[in-house]
C-alpha cells in the first residue's frame, strides 16, 4: 500500500503524512494477521494440507470474502443505512479481490503446473510398451542382464544385492544382481517398476488386484502361484494413485 498508494487511498482519511504512512501499513498488517490464521489454523482444521488447482482458488475466493469482512469491520464506518453498508462492503471486497488477485493468481499457476508434472510423472511410470528390454546395471555401472518389461515380476533386496524375478518360458528365475535397491531405483524411472516396500520394487503390470487387511496391503501378482507383495504404508498411497491411473 505504502509503494504503489492504489485507489486513492490517501483521500480515504484526513491525516498527517506520517500518520497516513501508519494507516497505510497497517492494511497489510493486517492482511498478514488475517491470511495467517487463514493458512495456519484454519486450513488445519478443515483439513486442507495438499491443495488442488480446485481448492486453492476455493480457499483463494474465501479468503478473499474473510479479507473482507474483517477489512470492512475495522476500517468502515457503521452506518444505520443497511444499504449504505453493503455499498461500503461491495467497495471493500472490489479492493481487495485487485490487490490480491495477481499474487493469488501466480499461486493458482503454480499449482496448476505442479499437477502437471505430477500427472505427467505418473504416466511416466507405466509402461507403454510391454516388450522394451530393461537393461539392469551393477553398482559398477555395468549391464549384467536384460530382460523384457513383461518378464519382470518383481525385485527383492538382500543386502547389497538384488534379487530380479522374472518370468523364463512360464517358470520363475532369479538373477541376484550386486547393486542396491536405492541405487537401482534411480535406473528405472519410467519403466513401470515401483517401488512398494523397503524390501521391493514390483510390475505395475503384473499386479491383479490388492488386498487390504486392518494391518497393511497386498499385491497379488498375475504370476504362477499368485504371489503376494507387501505394501508398505510409506508407498500405499504412490502405488494406489499409480493403479488406479494404469486402469
Known amino acids: 500500500m505504502n509503494l504503489f498508494i492504489p485507489f486513492e487511498v490517501n483521500s ?30 484454519l486450513r488445519p482444521l478443515f483439513r486442507l494440507k495438499a491443495l488442488t488447482v480446485l481448492s486453492a482458488f476455493l480457499w483463494f475466493l474465501f ?13 468502515d464506518q457503521l452506518y444505520e443505512d443497511h444499504l449504505t453498508s453493503l455499498v461500503m462492503f461491495s467497495k471493500t471486497l472490489k479492493y481487495t479481490f485487485l490487490v490480491a488477485v495477481i499474487p493469488y493468481g501466480m499461486f493458482i499457476f503454480y499449482f496448476y503446473h505442479k499437477e502437471k508434472i ?73 519403466t513401470g517398476l515401483i517401488r512398494c516396500h523397503r524390501r521391493f520394487v514390483v510390475n505395475l503390470n503384473k499386479v491383479l488386484r490388492i488386498n ?23 508407498y500405499a498411497s504412490h502405488v494406489i494413485d499409480l493403479l488406479q491411473h494404469k486402469n
Open 12 to 41: 480515504w482519511r484526513a491525516l498527517s503524512s506520517d500518520a497516513m504512512f501508519l494507516f497505510r501499513s497497517s492494511f497489510g498488517l493486517l492482511g498478514a494477521l488475517v491470511l495467517s490464521v487463514s493458512q495456519f489454523l
Open 63 to 75: 479468503e478473499i470474502l474473510l479479507l473482507s469482512i474483517v477489512m470492512h469491520m475495522v476500517y
Open 118 to 190: 505430477i500427472d505427467s510423472g505418473k504416466t511416466n511410470n507405466i509402461i507403454r510398451n510391454d516388450n522394451q528390454f530393461i537393461h539392469f546395471k551393477d553398482e559398477n555401472g555395468k549391464v549384467r542382464i536384460s530382460l523384457l518389461s513383461s518378464d519382470i515380476i518383481l525385485l527383492e533386496s538382500q543386502d547389497n544385492y538384488v534379487s530380479i524375478h522374472y518370468l523364463n518360458n512360464k517358470d520363475i528365475q532369479k538373477y541376484l544382481l550386486r547393486i542396491s535397491m536405492t541405487s537401482l531405483e534411480e535406473q528405472l524411472k519410467g
Open 212 to 234: 487390504h487387511t486392518s494391518k497393511n496391503l497386498k499385491l497379488i501378482l498375475n504370476v504362477p502361484s499368485n504371489q503376494l507383495v507387501p505394501v508398505s504404508s510409506t
